[in-house]
């Protein structure tokens, strides 16, 4: 064979042998790798198996180091798992736990309530070894291995829990002890009205009988002395509500024009007898309407400007009520030129008990509650109230709180008084700043001036269409500027006290063309100034307020009074009898139903029935009850009740209205609100 064939072969074996062996040699090289991939992934999943452990451990370090208790239990209620915490809770060890339906001793079940993600919550109290403690749990179906088991997780709230319980023991007592100081100030409150009520009833009437100059003044102290215990007695009340949570507002709709002018009249007397000015002023974008408690925004004004006359001794007080900053809003303001108040003292002063002359001699008396009052009923309403001052520049006092305008309730319309020319001549500057104000926002063109011989000089040099004179000037000033001013002016008004109503008629000989009533109302200014000079008269908003719509002896009504004090008894009758009406004293709740029916019977029923609350045996609300059941077995007709009550809380209101009484009068009685109430009754007879 020739020797290229040799190797042909040769070559052909040797290809025939190597493919397999390189073919095992890749294999054997591809499996190397699989291996060193597996290896390597081996490796990676131990330690990823690590890490998950070592989490888990300290996830359940985490766990049993927050102190929480954790079991579960399967379907059947076994236990499947419970860490270090719960083993400890109930003193046994965990193998002992495993597999048993082991609960815990229960002393008190809380309440549950399910979450919004199925967790049910709720609280246990449980016996352990170491006392009662109480568990809040959180329970939730958790996914298990054969299943689904119950996770329950534990809290220890033992203290949160106790300290709640005791705060709402304590709270408890707490509501025990207002009740009871409730019904203790309601009890005294009765108790002092009773006698307070014939005191200053009986102060009246010796007033209108014929006295000494000196037997006037004492009589004026006895009842000066028995308004400032009632005024102490009101605020004592009033605290104790508040304190007790039971400060309710009434919002109705009321004139804020008129309250606040009538805030200012009824303390006019109080700032004329110490030769102080009062005025107030409400601006005329104001609802003649507004929505509010008209009662509790009255004694706020009342407590503001009483204090500002208390502590005035020269100048005077100016009331102004103006638009907040937000719609529905009123801001009003008490201004006053006394002695002010320290800014170390003026955050004290509306703390409870609390005066900025707070020594042991202090010279203003009161009890400290009256600014304390005010800023809860302020804040009440949702206002605020703050005050401005220093020593010897007088204080404002200013509040802002939302009263919305009522139904349908318009705006005041002033008067058109542009181009007309007016002098004001006043030695005070509030209330002639005041009155210029409101003359300018109709239009007028005002000269205020406080010394007469400035006027006397200022008079000639201008035409003027009113001049405005306040009486304080003195007859010998007025006649002076008079003389000047006689046949160039047409209104000629003179601004009076009306304690001075006296000097009217020499006043009007001197040259005068009318007059009004200090503090002056703003439709009275209005009417006055738009009626013409030969209008001499009063403006009729002045005189109508003060004239009573009493009846007439003769015509007056048929009462039945029940009354058990004597004293009290005496005093109403008098007052009825002075009012013209024909007064019958029951001295006791029976006696009462005895007359009442008595005249049903004689044909000449009672008109009213004047119903003391508290009475011994047969009390005004049995009284009452007993009268309205004889009404319905007879022919229905009904008498009308009015409950005579010490009592000024709303509960012992609304119970004489629960009993039948058609409504209440509270002692000790107000000549003026005893008329008014007994007008109705009239008005309502006639009708």
Not at 10 to 22: D, E, H, K, Q, R
Not at 386 to 401: L, M, N, R
Not at 475 to 490: C, K, S, T, Y
Request: aromatic residues 4%; charged residues 25%.
């Amino acid at each position: 064979m020739p020797i290229s064939e040799v190797l042909i072969v040769a070559f052909g074996v040797a290809v025939l042998v190597s493919v397999p062996a390189f073919w095992l040699f890749h294999r054997n090289r591809m499996l190397r790798a699989d291996l060193f991939l597996l290896e390597r992934r081996t490796e990676e999943l131990a330690d990823s198996n690590w890490e998950l452990k070592e989490t888990d451990e300290r996830a359940r370090g985490f766990l049993e180091a927050q102190g929480d208790f954790i079991l579960r239990r399967d379907t059947d209620g076994r236990i499947t798992y419970a860490n270090d915490a719960f083993c400890r809770l109930t003193g046994r060890a965990r193998e002992a736990l495993l597999g048993s339906d082991f609960i815990l001793p229960l002393i008190a079940q809380g309440d549950s309530a399910i979450s919004p993600d199925n967790t049910r919550v709720h609280d246990q109290k449980i016996a352990t070894g170491e006392g009662p403690r109480w568990i809040a749990w959180r329970e939730a179906s958790v996914a298990a291995e054969h299943g689904t088991e119950i996770q329950s997780v534990g809290r220890d709230v033992t203290d949160r829990t106790e300290a709640e319980l005791a705060l709402g023991e304590a709270r408890d007592h707490s509501e025990i002890a207002n009740r009871a100081k409730s019904r203790f100030l309601t009890m005294v409150s009765h108790e002092i009205r009773t006698p307070l009520n014939g005191i200053l009833g009986m102060a009246d009437l010796l007033l209108d009988t014929t006295l000494t100059p000196e037997q006037i003044t004492y009589t004026k102290a006895v009842k000066t002395s028995g308004d400032t215990l009632l005024s102490l007695i009101e605020e004592i009340l009033d605290f104790s509500k508040i304190e007790s949570g039971r400060l309710d507002l009434d919002a109705r709709a009321f004139p804020l024009v008129t309250l606040v002018e009538e805030v200012a009249e009824l303390l006019a007397p109080r700032a004329q007898a110490k030769s102080l000015e009062i005025a107030a002023y409400v601006d005329d974008r104001l609802s003649e309407q507004v929505v509010g408690d008209a009662t509790r925004l009255r004694q706020v004004l009342l407590n503001l400007a009483g204090n500002a006359i208390k502590f005035t001794e020269q100048g005077g007080v100016g009331i102004t009520v103006e638009p907040g900053v937000w719609p529905d809003e009123i801001t009003i303001r008490v201004r006053d030129t006394g002695i002010g108040i320290p800014a170390a003292q003026q955050e004290r002063i509306f703390r409870e008990f609390e005066q900025a002359d707070g020594g042991s001699a202090r010279k203003f008396g009161g009890t400290g509650l009256g600014l304390s009052i005010s800023q809860r009923i302020v804040e009440r309403m949702g206002g605020s109230i703050a005050v401005e001052s220093s020593p010897g520049s007088g204080s404002t006092f200013s509040f802002t709180i939302p009263l919305a305008s009522a139904a349908d309730s318009k705006t005041f319309a002033p008067p058109d008084l542009n181009n007309k020319a007016m002098m004001i001549v006043a030695p005070g500057a509030i209330e002639a700043s005041l009155l210029a104000r409101r003359l300018g926002r109709w239009g007028a063109k005002t000269c205020a001036v406080s010394d007469d011989r400035v006027a006397g000089a200022v008079l000639p040099e201008r035409e003027w269409d009113a001049l405005l004179i306040d009486h304080a000037l003195g007859m010998d000033a007025i006649n002076a500027l008079l003389a000047v001013a006689r046949h160039d002016i047409e209104q000629r008004i003179v601004l009076i006290p009306p304690s001075a109503r006296h000097e009217l008629p020499a006043l009007k000989q001197a040259g005068i063309t009318s007059y009004l009533i200090k503090p002056i109302r703003a439709a009275s200014l209005a009417a006055r100034l738009t009626a013409g000079a030969d209008a001499g008269g009063p403006a009729d908003a002045d005189d109508a307020a003060e004239t009573p719509a009493w009846p007439l002896p003769g015509k007056g009504l048929s009462i039945l009074v029940a009354e058990d004090n004597d004293i009290n008894a005496l005093l109403a009758r008098a007052l009825l009898a002075k009012l013209g009406h024909r007064p019958t004293v029951a001295s006791s709740g029976a006696a009462a139903i005895e007359s009442w029916q008595a005249a049903q019977t004689a044909g000449t029923p009672y008109d009213l029935v004047l119903m003391d609350v508290h009475m011994p045996g047969i009390d005004g609300f049995e009284a009452t009850q007993r009268i309205r059941a004889a009404e319905a077995e007879r022919d229905g007709k009904r008498t009308r009740i009015i409950a005579l009550t010490a009592n000024a809380s709303t509960d012992d209101r609304e119970a004489c209205l629960a009993a039948g009484m058609d409504g209440f009068v509270t002692k000790p009685l107000d000549r003026e609100k005893l008329a008014e109430m007994l007008a109705d009754a009239a008005a309502m007879k006639a009708a």
